[in-house]
């Protein structure tokens, strides 16, 4: 990808993010857009920084952990989106903003024993598997509330809201079920834990889908950076 290129792909993604949230009556100013830029080089991060890009989600550490060395003289928010195996959560609590994939207590409670006191709290998202497929990382609906109320509790981290990537398909309406399911689910978790605020559904394929939904923040990696 060009220079060029990625800074017109951000331009025509502002316009749908901006379209979508015209359709269904939201504010853009409530949808951020996560730039995902795993697998792309430091360069094309500087690159979409440069067009106004603040927020990205990296899903590898030590690819994620060499970028920010190269892209320290910036200031940006990043995001730890992939799977997380709690033996290497050290890193991510030291040098991240937010962890998207949290799908267990013990991961949770690592996150906030390694917090480093000089930080602010880490932000949390709870990953659901919201279409159930067995393969699939995340927790399921039944689980939910019990680890929210737990992970809610612990000191050096924030529970923020949840995170979901549902099975893939064209069709707009059945795009939007499973994220109707986890607006659902946030919905119920604020009855008690009404601090969450954070909804993280919609990529490059289905972003419409989860605006129309609630997402408040969409996670975008081929529409930025081409792709993979
Ligand atoms: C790769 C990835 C994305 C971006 O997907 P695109 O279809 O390239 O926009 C979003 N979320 C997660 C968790 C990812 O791993």
Redesign the pocket.
Known sequence: MTELAIAKNIAKLENRIRIASQNCGRDPAGITLLA?S?TKPAAAVREAAAAGVREF?E?YLQEALEKMEALADLELTWHF??PLQSNKTRPVAERFDWVHSVDRLKTARRLSEQRPDTLPPLNLCLQVNISGEESKAGLRLAELPALATEVAALPRVTLRGLMA?PAPSDDPATQREPFARLREALTALQVTIPELDTLSMG???DLEAAIAEGATLV?????IFGPR
């Open positions: 995902v795993k989600g899903n989106i992939g990537i990529m490059s394929g996670r975008i990696g081929t529409d």
